[in-house]
């Protein structure tokens, strides 16, 4: 940790009483400048509140200048014509950097999301093998042949890059997700307009400046910050962009989807979730309210993949609630820098207004809560903290039920049989991620086959592995992220049909 980093550190701590800021600016055709309007946004820490980063404040002139840079630099193929592995070899440059700077990354992770030092020291780790993978799979692009079509007909399917991608990444887990994206439409050849949310930019910030060390061609990479309006609405609807791939929430999801059919792009969604786990009266309770506690307090539970609401047989529903209460008091929450923390700090004070909110009617409408409920104080600092939260006694109509309240609140449901546990699971708009947990694989696999979800977890939660593709069904996105279909979303197919040989008339 170089001594900026421990500057910061003491400013977050109390223990100086002053801090350097990071100062971010956009990055254009490969020269770092300021926003056209010459407009700044800051960025204060969740947890105390102190000052962290000073960015550029973006419009349509800075939008309009990195796509024109990102199709410039796809359309002369300075990137689209490099072979696989020189494109993977890139990749793997900026793994080495990203593990090389992974102290100082997850130090402004941590400033600017409220998350745990350990924890974004994890992510960052996770984000190098994703860019390492993404470098593997440059390696591998491949079409296909068809030489069964007569004795004077050849053909090829050939697998190409979309062309300019719009990305657009959220607050929760910004170094994480645009590392779910970015090396994978490299991998492929594409070159891309980035936009982190405007609460969390110096991390991606950073990752431009280790691009560019890395040797990434001008243009190939660009990244304009600011706000939605006009910056995220621009990227979306720019007839310069191919495709735009997009992490956030179910409602700006449709928003894109609407405002890019105008140009027919395509479009990659990773979206919503409210996501169950059905704990049966068979299942390892102890292990079960383990792995339910670590995926409802998880990041805040400001995590698409939340654990938010269980499933539990009737029979066992008291036991295992009052494990997961017993469980809940001994969950470190505080410091975000204090590497025993576990959980963080709130984002913002209307994102915990919504989820206070949830609560207070979720206990108006008859339900329980057997734990938290409201906001906590942690000694020494002055920023937002909410406190580990149960919710028993919910019904399947509550909204604390139904919608995404990403926070660290969990509701309890309750089930009788197989199929109204598969009902109840499946009776809502979303369909990320589900859970079983059971002794007998019969009950699992039914639960697997049947369950309305683009992951499911048996007997675990929230594993993740680069190998694997990642995506939602329902309202909870489009297309997917990760393993080999990670690449495939930022690649076009294209047919080519040879006649060979001696040629024949076709018509007369």
């Not at 490969?30 to 947890?47: K, L």
């Not at 591998?140 to 300019?164: C, F, R, S, Y």
């Not at 297309?479 to 047919?495: D, P, V």
Request: glycine share 10%; with cysteine.
């Amino acid at each position: 940790m170089n001594q900026h980093d421990l500057t910061l550190v003491g400013a977050i701590k109390r223990e100086t009483g002053s801090q350097d800021v990071f100062v971010a600016r956009h990055l254009i055709d490969g020269v770092w400048v300021d926003g056209a309007s010459g407009e700044t946004f800051t960025r204060h820490s969740p947890a105390c509140g102190t000052q962290t980063a000073i960015a550029a404040k973006g419009n349509e002139t800075d939008v309009e200048a990195a796509v024109q840079a990102a199709r410039l630099a796809f359309d002369d193929g300075r990137w689209s014509q490099k072979s696989g592995r020189e494109r993977a070899q890139l990749l793997s440059r900026v793994a080495d950097l990203i593990d090389r700077d992974r102290e100082r990354i997850a130090l402004y992770e941590t400033l600017e999301s409220g998350k745990p030092i350990s924890q974004a020291k994890a992510e960052i780790e996770g984000a190098a093998d994703l860019w390492r993978h993404a470098g593997a799979l440059a390696r591998m692009i491949h079409g296909d042949a068809h030489n069964a079509l007569g004795t004077d007909m050849l053909a090829m399917v050939l697998k190409e890059p979309v062309g300019v991608v719009s990305m657009i990444t959220p607050w929760n887990f910004p170094f994480l997700i645009v590392s779910q994206k970015l090396p994978y439409a490299l991998a492929a050849g594409c070159c891309a307009v980035v936009k982190p949310s405007e609460l969390t930019s110096v991390t991606t910030v950073i990752l431009g400046e280790l691009l560019q060390e890395a040797g990434l061609p001008a243009g190939v990479v660009n990244i304009v910050l600011g706000y939605g309006q006009p910056v995220g609405s621009l990227m979306t609807t720019h007839p310069g962009v191919d495709m735009v791939s997009f992490t956030g929430s179910t409602a700006t999801g449709k928003a894109i989807v609407a405002a890019s059919s105008q140009t027919l792009k395509k479009v990659s969604l990773e979206l919503g979730g409210k996501n169950p786990q059905a704990v049966f009266v068979d299942a390892d309770l102890d292990q079960a309210a383990d792995a339910i506690v670590f995926g409802i307090y998880f990041n805040a539970g400001e995590c698409c993949n939340s654990g938010s609401r269980i499933i539990v047989h009737h029979s066992v529903a008291e036991t295992l609630t009052a494990k997961i209460v017993a469980l809940s008091k001994r969950v470190p929450f505080g410091d975000p820098l204090d590497p025993a923390t576990k959980v963080g700090a709130i984002i913002s004070a209307e994102h915990q207004q919504k989820i206070d909110s949830y609560v207070v009617a979720a206990r108006a409408a008859g339900a329980t809560v057997e734990i938290g409920g409201s906001a906590i104080d942690i000694d020494g600092l002055e920023g937002r903290f909410y406190g580990p939260t149960v919710v028993s006694g919910v019904t399947p109509d509550m909204p604390i039920a139904r919608e995404e309240v990403f926070g660290p609140v969990l509701s309890v449901l309750t089930f009788d049989t197989l199929d109204e546990a598969i009902e109840i699971a499946n009776d809502s708009a979303y369909g990320l991620s589900a859970g079983v947990w059971s002794d007998n694989i019969h009950t699992c696999l039914e639960f697997v086959r049947r369950a309305e979800a683009g992951t499911v977890w048996t007997n675990t939660w929230m594993d993740g592995f680069a190998e694997l593709p990642f995506g939602g069904v329902k309202e909870s996105g489009l297309g997917c992220e990760l393993g080999r279909f990670g690449i495939e979303e930022y690649l076009e197919t294209k047919t080519v049909q040879m006649r060979i040989g001696k040629t024949r008339q076709m018509w007369v």
